[in-house]
């Protein structure tokens, strides 16, 4: 049985910076394309970024990119997303997910799911 449980929510000011972490249990998280995905109210549950197994590769959706750093200590079993410059459109609660490696990084397509942290900025 493989889990995933994040941390690192809040709520901050705008400008501000939040590290979330997610950590896997049940399996080697090196097996793994790691993402992170958030869903404000009302909204679909969208991309954030994404991370290869040997974290040689990384994705972002275009609203985050150059503020947001995804990595991962596989040691660890841990996967992290640093957030800067936060405004208050990332406000949402982040879910982070996990698939098998070999298949695409960028899509909903992740076989497991955290429960999710909630992260909210004030302006």
């Known amino acids: 049985q493989v889990e995933l449980a994040e941390s690192g929510g809040g709520l901050v000011q705008a400008g501000t910076s939040l590290r979330l972490m997610c950590t896997v249990s049940?399996?080697?998280?090196?097996?793994?394309?790691m993402g992170w995905f958030r869903q404000a109210p009302g909204k679909e549950r969208d991309f954030v970024a994404a991370i290869r197994w040997n974290a040689e590769s990384s994705y972002y959706h275009d609203s985050v990119k150059g503020r947001f750093t995804i990595s991962r200590d596989n040691a660890k079993n841990t996967v992290y997303l640093q957030m800067n410059s936060l405004n208050p459109e990332d406000s949402a609660t982040y879910y982070c997910?996990?698939?098998?490696?070999?298949?695409?990084?960028?899509?909903?397509?992740?076989?497991?799911w955290g429960q999710g942290t909630q992260v909210t900025v004030s302006s």
């Open positions: 997910a996990a698939k098998p490696i070999g298949s695409p990084a960028v899509d909903h397509l992740y076989l497991f």
């Open positions: 049940g399996r080697n998280v090196s097996i793994f394309t």
